[in-house]
T-cell receptor, first 109, second 113 residues
Framework: KNEVEQSPQNLTAQEGEFITINCSYSVGISALHWLQQHPGGGIVSLFMLSSGKKKHGRLIATINIQEKHSSLHITASHPRDSAVYIC???????????FGKGTKLTVNP | DADVTQTPRNRITKTGKRIMLECSQTKGHDRMYWYRQDPGLGLRLIYYSFDVKDINKGEISDGYSVSRQAQAKFSLSLESAIPNQTALYFCATGEGGGVDTQYFGPGTRLTVL
C-alpha cells in the first residue's frame, strides 16, 4: 500500500529555534511536495522535490531517495510560521498525490 | 482576484438535502481535483478531471458526484447529504504534464446536521 507518514504530529517551538519536520514514504516516488496550511485553512505549495535539496528563504527541503525520506527545515522560526505542514507524494506510475496527515507547528514568541 | 475560488465558503445543511459545491479557476489548467479534509486525516481525493470530457473517481467517491462544465469550472454534488460528510472540502487545479504542483482554493466548510 502506498503510504505517507509524517512526524511529529505536533511540534511546539520557541521563536528562533531550528525546526525539522519529517516525511517517510513506502515505495518509490516520482515527486514529493511540501505544503503549508494556514490557521485560516488555505493551502499553499512550498516545494516540489524529486531529488536533492531546495531552499526558499528560511525554508529548506531535502529528500533522500534511497532512504525514502524527506525533511522540511525552518531556520530562525517565527510565530508567523505557525501552521500545519503537509507532505504529499506522487508514487511512480500514478497521476495522483497521496497526502500525509500533517504536522501542526506552533511557534511561541 | 484569487486564481481558484470556491462557493460557498461555509454551508450548514440537513441530512438528506442535495448540496452543490462550486469551483472556478482562472489559471487555465486542465486538471482539477476535489478533496476532503477531516481532523486527524490527510487530504483525501474524491474526484478528479484531466479535461472537460474526463471524470475519474478518487479514493472516496461514494455519495458524491461531479460535473466539469468547462475547463474553468468543476462542481461537486452531495446527492443526499449525511452527517459523516461534514468536513472541509478543497478544490485544486494542476498543470499536469509532469508538473505536479497543485493550486488550492480557500476551502468550503460543510456541516451536515
Amino acid at each position: 500500500k502506498n503510504e505517507v507518514e509524517q512526524s511529529p504530529q505536533n511540534l511546539t517551538a520557541q521563536e528562533g529555534e531550528f525546526i525539522t519536520i519529517n516525511c517517510s514514504y513506502s515505495v518509490g516516488i516520482s515527486a514529493l511536495h511540501w505544503l503549508q496550511q494556514h490557521p485560516g485553512g488555505g493551502i499553499v505549495s512550498l516545494f516540489m522535490l524529486s531529488s536533492g535539496k531546495k531552499k526558499h528563504g528560511r525554508l529548506i527541503a531535502t529528500i533522500n531517495i534511497q532512504e525514502k525520506h524527506s525533511s522540511l527545515h525552518i531556520t530562525a522560526s517565527h510565530p508567523r510560521d505557525s501552521a500545519v505542514y503537509i507532505c504529499a507524494v506522487r508514487f511512480g506510475g500514478s497521476e495522483k498525490l497521496v497526502f500525509g496527515k500533517g504536522t501542526k507547528l506552533t511557534v511561541n514568541p | 482576484d484569487a486564481d481558484v475560488t470556491q462557493t460557498p465558503r461555509n454551508r450548514i445543511t440537513k441530512t438528506g438535502k442535495r448540496i452543490m459545491l462550486e469551483c472556478s479557476q482562472t489559471k487555465g489548467h486542465d486538471r482539477m481535483y476535489w478533496y476532503r479534509q477531516d481532523p486527524g486525516l490527510g487530504l483525501r481525493l474524491i474526484y478528479y478531471s484531466f479535461d472537460v470530457k474526463d471524470i475519474n473517481k478518487g479514493e472516496i467517491s461514494d455519495g458524491y458526484s461531479v460535473s466539469r462544465q468547462a475547463q474553468a469550472k468543476f462542481s461537486l454534488s452531495l446527492e443526499s447529504a449525511i452527517p459523516n460528510q461534514t468536513a472541509l472540502y478543497f478544490c485544486a487545479t494542476g498543470e499536469g504534464g509532469g508538473v505536479d504542483t497543485q493550486y488550492f482554493g480557500p476551502g468550503t466548510r460543510l456541516t451536515v446536521l
